[in-house]
C-alpha cells in the first residue's frame, strides 16, 4: 500500500514537462512564482524524443528572455532563408523579405536539455513518471491536484493548473464535454522521419514537391541531417530500411542535390500522421491549455514548437499580471489571444501541407493548380514575402 495524501501546495502546477511546460516553469520560477511540473514520462525519454528543428525569430527572442537561449544562440544556426523545388527545378525564399529576420535550426531536445539544466539550478520541483492525475476543485479559487508516483501518492493544493500535456494528455478531459469544441482535419499522407549523422546534402533546407510524394532536406547540425518523406497513410515503419529511404530521397530531391547525399547510418526512424486539431477555448474556469494539448497541426510549416511558446508567452505574462496585480482581466483574455495566433498558424500549415504534398491522383485538376502556385511563388516577389513572414512567425 502507498502512502497516503502527501500534501503540497504551489501557485501553479503544471501538467507536462515537454516544451511548453519547462518554458512555462522557468518563466514563472524567474518572476518568483512557484509551480511543480507532473510529468508521466522519465527524464531521460523525454531528453530523447526527437522532434523539432526550426525556431522562429520571435521563439529565439523568447527563450532569450527566459534566460535559456544562449546555446542557440551559439551552436544553432541561423537560417536566412530555405529552398522549395517542384520535380527538378528549385527557388529560394528568402527569409530576410519578412522584416529582415531570420529563423535558426536547433533541436527541441536541445532546448529541452537548456529548459532542464536552468530548473535544476533553480530547484523547481518536476515529478516524473507520475500516474493517475486528477484535477478537482478547479471551479473554485482553491484547486487540487492528485497523482501517484510508484512510491506516494500526493495531493497539491494550488492557484492555477496549466495543461501542458501534449496532444494525449488528459488536461483537457477535465473540462466539461459540452464547453469544448474539437476541431479536426486528417490529411491522407504520414511523414516518415529519419535522423543520419551524415553531412546535411545543403546548408539550408529544401522542401521538396515531386510527384512520388513530399521530401524535405533539414538538419541539426553540420554533422547530423534530418529528412523526411511523405508516405502512404496504410505505410508502416517496418516497411523502410534505411535503403529504401536514400532511394526514395534520391528520386525526390532535385538532381544536383541528390547526386551529393550522404548515405550515414540512421540514428533515429519514426513515422507520424499529419493532423489539424484546435480545441477551443483555452481556458475552463481554474485550467488553462497550452501547446500541442490545445493544438496540433502538420509540421510542414516547422510551427508546432513555435505555436505552443507563443501560448506559453500569452499564459506567463497573464500569471505574472495576476500575481503582481492581483486583477484577472489578462487572464480572462488568454484563450481569445492565444487562438487567434493558432488559427493563423494552422491555417498557414494546412496551406503549405497542401502545396507541398502530392495525392495518388497524379493528374488530377489539383495537382495542375499546385504545379501553377509553384510556379507563380517563385516569380512572385509579394507571394515569396507573405511566405517568408509566416514562416519567420507573426510577432506576438
Ligand atoms: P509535448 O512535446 O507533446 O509535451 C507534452 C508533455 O506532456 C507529457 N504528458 C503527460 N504528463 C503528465 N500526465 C499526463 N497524463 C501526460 N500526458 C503526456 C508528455 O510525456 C510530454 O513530455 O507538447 P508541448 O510541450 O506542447 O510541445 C509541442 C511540440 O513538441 C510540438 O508542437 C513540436 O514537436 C511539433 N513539431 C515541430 N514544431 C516546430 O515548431 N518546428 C518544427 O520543425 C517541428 N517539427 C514537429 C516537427 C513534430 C513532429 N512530430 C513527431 C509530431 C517534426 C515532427 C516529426
Ligand atoms: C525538422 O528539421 O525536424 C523540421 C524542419 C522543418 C519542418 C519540419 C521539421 O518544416
Same mark, same amino acid.
Given at each position: ?27 514563472? /520560477? #524567474?518572476?518568483?512564482? =512557484?509551480?511543480?511540473?507532473?510529468? %508521466? ?10 522532434? &523539432? ?5 520571435? @521563439? ?38 519578412? %522584416?529582415?529576420? $531570420? ?6 531536445? =536541445? ?29 473554485? #479559487? ?9 512510491? #506516494? ?8 493548473? &496549466?495543461?501542458?500535456?501534449? $496532444? ?15 476541431? =479536426? ?11 543520419? #549523422? $551524415? ?58 542535390? @541528390? ?12 513515422? !507520424? ?27 510542414? +510549416?516547422?510551427? +508546432? ?19 503582481? !496585480?492581483?486583477?484577472?482581466? /489578462? ?13 493563423? /498558424? ?36 509579394? &507571394?515569396?514575402? &507573405?511566405?517568408? =513572414?509566416?514562416?519567420?512567425? !507573426?510577432?506576438?
Amino acid at each position: 500500500m502507498k502512502p497516503k495524501n502527501n500534501k503540497l501546495k504551489t501557485k501553479v502546477v503544471i501538467i507536462g514537462g515537454g516544451p511548453s511546460g519547462l518554458l512555462l516553469s522557468q518563466i514563472l /520560477t #524567474k518572476e518568483n512564482v =512557484e509551480n511543480i511540473i507532473l510529468e %508521466s514520462r522519465s527524464r531521460d525519454y523525454v531528453l530523447n524524443r526527437i522532434r &523539432a528543428g526550426v525556431i522562429e525569430h520571435g @521563439s529565439m527572442e523568447l527563450l532569450l528572455e527566459s534566460g535559456v537561449g544562449n546555446r542557440l544562440l551559439s551552436e544553432g544556426s541561423k537560417h536566412s532563408g530555405f529552398l522549395i523545388s517542384s520535380e527538378n527545378n528549385e527557388f529560394r525564399i528568402d527569409l530576410n523579405l519578412a %522584416s529582415g529576420k $531570420s529563423v535558426y535550426v536547433y533541436g527541441q531536445t =536541445e532546448i529541452t536539455l537548456d529548459l532542464y539544466k536552468a530548473l535544476d539550478q533553480s530547484g523547481t520541483e518536476i515529478f516524473h513518471e507520475v500516474k493517475n492525475i486528477s484535477i478537482n476543485d478547479i471551479r473554485t #479559487k482553491n484547486p487540487q491536484v492528485n497523482f501517484e508516483t510508484s512510491e #506516494k501518492v500526493y495531493q497539491i493544493s494550488c492557484d492555477y493548473v &496549466a495543461g501542458c500535456d501534449g $496532444s494525449k494528455g488528459i488536461s483537457k478531459n477535465f473540462i466539461p464535454k459540452e464547453k469544448l469544441s474539437f476541431q =479536426e482535419k486528417n490529411y491522407p499522407y504520414k511523414w516518415l522521419g529519419i535522423l543520419s #549523422k $551524415s553531412k546535411p546534402v545543403h546548408k539550408e533546407l529544401i522542401y521538396a514537391n515531386h510527384e512520388r510524394g513530399f521530401a524535405l532536406a533539414s538538419m541539426r547540425n553540420e554533422n547530423l541531417s534530418r529528412y523526411y518523406l511523405q508516405t502512404n497513410n496504410n505505410e508502416d515503419i517496418s516497411a523502410w530500411p534505411d535503403e529504401r529511404i536514400w532511394d526514395e530521397l534520391k528520386k525526390r530531391l532535385p538532381s544536383k542535390f @541528390s547526386s551529393n547525399i550522404q548515405m550515414g547510418n540512421s540514428v533515429e526512424k519514426s513515422i !507520424t500522421p499529419l493532423r489539424s486539431i484546435v480545441v477551443e477555448p483555452m481556458q475552463w474556469e481554474r485550467l488553462f491549455l497550452a501547446g500541442d494539448a490545445a493544438h496540433i497541426m502538420p509540421p510542414t +510549416g516547422a510551427k +508546432g514548437l513555435n505555436l505552443a511558446f507563443s501560448d506559453i508567452y500569452y499564459l506567463s505574462n497573464s500569471l505574472i499580471d495576476f500575481y503582481r !496585480t492581483g486583477s484577472t482581466s /489578462t487572464l480572462e483574455k488568454y484563450s481569445e489571444r492565444a487562438l487567434s495566433r493558432v488559427w493563423q /498558424t494552422v491555417r498557414f500549415s494546412h496551406w503549405m501541407t497542401n502545396l507541398l504534398h502530392t495525392t495518388d491522383e497524379k493528374k488530377s485538376v489539383e495537382r495542375q493548380f499546385q504545379l501553377l502556385e509553384l510556379q507563380e511563388l517563385s516569380i512572385n516577389l509579394a &507571394a515569396k514575402k &507573405a511566405l517568408a =513572414e509566416s514562416y519567420v512567425g !507573426t510577432p506576438y
